[in-house]
């Protein structure tokens, strides 16, 4: 099934719907959260709308996705977003409105999602952070992710280098096997001692 309802003990892993619009908005708008992703801030609840369209209900027409919003239990209200991607990369990413950071909800929520991917099959996952951002860094070690190269990529649309920081999970087979890409497309990487 595609996108899978989760549950922990705090969260409600779900689909976003055109119902959650001004949730989805507030996730997106704040530019703290922001900082550290490859688009801009949505200005308005119609770019909100068409962000949704584009991530979201598109995704969820296809077979198999991992797309989620991450609601407290207490309301079901969305305050973040989590997926793991169904490309080759299996790349985990996660966004939180800045109010309910430090609580330990993205780890929580990764790795429920883990869980289920694992379950579905998936032989590994990839994320990337960049090196600026170590907190993301650390839910990802958290989950049981390990570093295995950094890398330079020119972010678009925003137009600037970033070095990121590539972590990756296995689930089966060896686990010497790490996910090549990134490295293989970028002139600037190398292996930091972290």
Same mark, same amino acid.
């Given at each position: 099934?595609?996108?899978?309802?989760?549950?922990?003990?705090?969260?409600?892993?779900?689909?976003?719907?055109?119902?959650?619009?001004?949730?989805?908005?507030?996730?997106?708008?704040?530019?703290?959260?922001?900082?550290?992703?490859?688009?801009?801030?949505?200005?308005?609840?119609?770019?909100?709308?068409?962000?949704?369209?584009?991530?979201?209900?598109? !995704?969820?027409?296809?077979?198999?996705? /991992?797309? =989620?919003?991450?609601?407290? %239990?207490?309301? $079901? +209200? #969305?305050?973040?977003?989590?997926?793991?991607?169904?490309?080759?990369?299996?790349?985990?990413?996660?966004?939180?409105?800045?109010?309910?950071?430090?609580?330990?909800?993205?780890?929580?929520?990764?790795?429920?999602?883990?869980?289920?991917?694992?379950?579905?099959?998936?032989?590994?996952?990839?994320?990337?952070?960049?090196?600026?951002?170590?907190?993301?860094?650390?839910?990802?070690? !958290?989950?049981?992710?390990?570093?295995? /190269?950094? =890398?330079?990529?020119?972010? %678009?649309?925003? $137009? +600037? #280098?970033?070095?990121?920081?590539?972590?990756?999970?296995?689930?089966?087979?060896?686990?010497?096997?790490?996910?090549?890409?990134?490295?293989?497309?970028?002139?600037?990487?190398?292996?930091?001692?972290?």
């Amino acid at each position: 099934m595609n996108t899978p309802t989760l549950e922990t003990a705090r969260l409600i892993l779900r689909r976003f719907t055109e119902k959650d619009l001004d949730a989805l908005f507030l996730i997106l708008k704040d530019e703290s959260a922001n900082q550290f992703l490859p688009w801009f801030p949505p200005k308005s609840l119609d770019e909100a709308k068409d962000f949704f369209e584009k991530r979201y209900a598109s !995704k969820y027409r296809l077979p198999q996705g /991992y797309d =989620y919003a991450i609601c407290l %239990r207490e309301n $079901n +209200f #969305p305050i973040g977003y989590i997926h793991v991607g169904i490309e080759e990369s299996h790349d985990l990413g996660y966004g939180l409105r800045r109010e309910f950071w430090h609580r330990g909800i993205a780890t929580e929520a990764a790795k429920a999602v883990i869980e289920q991917v694992k379950k579905d099959g998936l032989p590994y996952i990839t994320a990337t952070h960049d090196r600026d951002n170590p907190r993301s860094g650390s839910v990802m070690q !958290k989950v049981g992710m390990t570093y295995r /190269y950094s =890398y330079e990529e020119q972010w %678009r649309p925003k $137009n +600037f #280098p970033v070095i990121f920081r590539m972590y990756q999970l296995n689930f089966a087979g060896s686990e010497d096997f790490v996910y090549q890409k990134y490295w293989n497309i970028s002139r600037n990487h190398f292996i930091e001692k972290l």
